[in-house]
């Protein structure tokens, strides 16, 4: 049924197509076998000449691989991807506030799509969930690692996954989808593969830090709690608090460690003081960046021996450095860590401080992920959903930060 609904909205592609229509792309792999077209959106940057730059095209698609599947896409995740970092991948909602900033410096490349456009590489799609369109030839009941067709699922972000939202996504590798209950309302599946999973991943590497620096504590010092700081209160910061707040509760750790959240914006303080156990810091811009270092330490009881900084900026980083304790660790995103880890190495040797990129979290973190987001154990942020039509105002209302939380894109409705 989910095949026959997804053929409706495809077209058969003849070379006579690719070459007349200025809204066909061409295929970007000679290798694969492609006779048919899908939509997609792309949302990119501003130009100087197109103020919202939101295009709709027929791509190729590729023939299901033999040993993989193809992906009907469902719900997508507003978030964006450089082009020149294949594997880097960050919530939209976590760095609206730093867009202005980050975006302007990506200007060397050129939209495929639209000559002239600059290239901002703003694409939906890379936090995907939807239903199983098809399955590859040689897919069998001995090797289909219990996926059906018709079955809903997300998809790990693999280091090879296409660039940019179309109707279809083809997954090579069934280890690569993630099956998602019917418990599970498919707008929060569509939030876990990237901006969650990125959060698990660093409030796990947190957690085996802290472990290491208490092993090294003096019989004086057991009784002091380890501190974690939590900076910003978009799409990461709050999916990471969460996780930390059931994680170290159901592992104990609770008893030694300490969370405090630096909020960034004031609708991220009220979601962050709905947590429990958590102390919430609101870093105003307004005031002076001592008396920001300040406030966060009097919060804290002190400076702190881990940060999770998902800002973007440096002016983020080197206050995080600030209020972190001689021989602490800063926890940054791997999509910032190349342009951001040089600046500041002479300080982290000066204060005896680490700084750590993350990256994305494993496949069987997803797993896990997604069990305890069915089950309840660990809450999703808020999140809006918009139909894919107004993705043009959903990015403005994102870089101006208007939606509380993630925004979802929908493409199809499947409920």
Not at 22 to 43: A, E, H
Not at 225 to 237: E, F, H, Q, R, W
Not at 359 to 368: A, I, K, P, R, Y
């Amino acid at each position: 049924m989910a095949e026959d609904q997804t053929t409706n909205s495809l077209f058969t592609l003849n070379q006579e197509d690719i070459s007349s229509s200025p809204f066909i792309l061409p295929p970007t792999s000679k290798s694969c076998s492609m006779n048919k077209l899908c939509r997609q959106v792309s949302i990119e940057s501003p130009g100087p000449v197109a103020k919202n730059c939101v295009f709709n095209f027929y791509v190729p698609i590729e023939d299901t691989p033999p040993m993989g599947a193809r992906i009907k896409i469902v719900c997508a995740g507003a978030c964006y991807r450089r082009r020149d970092r294949a594997a880097s991948l960050t919530s939209m909602s976590s760095v609206s506030s730093d867009l202005s900033d980050y975006c302007p410096s990506i200007t060397t490349q050129t939209s495929p799509a639209h000559q002239g456009i600059r290239e901002g590489s703003l694409f939906p799609g890379f936090e995907v969930a939807g239903v199983i369109e098809s399955l590859g030839s040689e897919i069998t009941e001995a090797n289909n690692c219990g996926l059906q067709i018709g079955q809903r699922v997300i998809v790990y972000p693999f280091d090879e996954a296409p660039a940019g939202y179309a109707e279809l996504m083809v997954v090579p590798d069934l280890k690569n989808i993630v099956p998602i209950p019917d418990s599970l309302p498919i707008s929060v599946a569509a939030m876990l593969p990237t901006g969650a999973l990125l959060a698990m991943n660093a409030v796990f590497k947190a957690h085996a830090i802290v472990t290491e620096m208490l092993k090294k504590r003096s019989a004086e010092q057991n009784n002091k709690k380890c501190k974690i700081l939590i900076v910003g209160t978009g799409g990461l910061a709050l999916w990471a608090v969460r996780i930390a707040s059931y994680h170290f509760a159901s592992t104990g750790a609770n008893n030694f460690i300490d969370v405090t959240v630096a909020s960034l914006r004031d609708e991220g303080f009220r979601l962050a003081t709905e947590i429990k156990d958590v102390s919430v810091v609101q870093w105003n811009e307004c005031l002076y960046e001592p008396q920001l270092i300040e406030r966060t330490k009097d919060v804290c009881g002190g400076p702190v021996d881990v940060v999770i900084d998902f800002g973007t900026t440096s002016r983020s980083l080197h206050r995080s450095m600030h209020c972190l304790s001689k021989g602490g660790v800063v926890l940054i995103s791997d999509e910032v860590a190349e342009k951001l880890m040089p600046k500041f190495s002479r300080l982290s040797n000066e204060y005896q401080q680490e700084i750590i990129p993350i990256s994305n979290g494993s496949v069987n973190q997803l797993h896990d992920l997604v069990t305890l987001v069915a089950n309840k154990s660990i809450e999703p942020p808020p999140h809006s959903v918009f139909p894919c039509e107004q993705a043009a105002e959903v990015i403005q209302k994102l870089c101006n930060s208007e939606i509380p939380g993630r925004a979802i894109l929908r493409f199809h409705d499947i409920e």
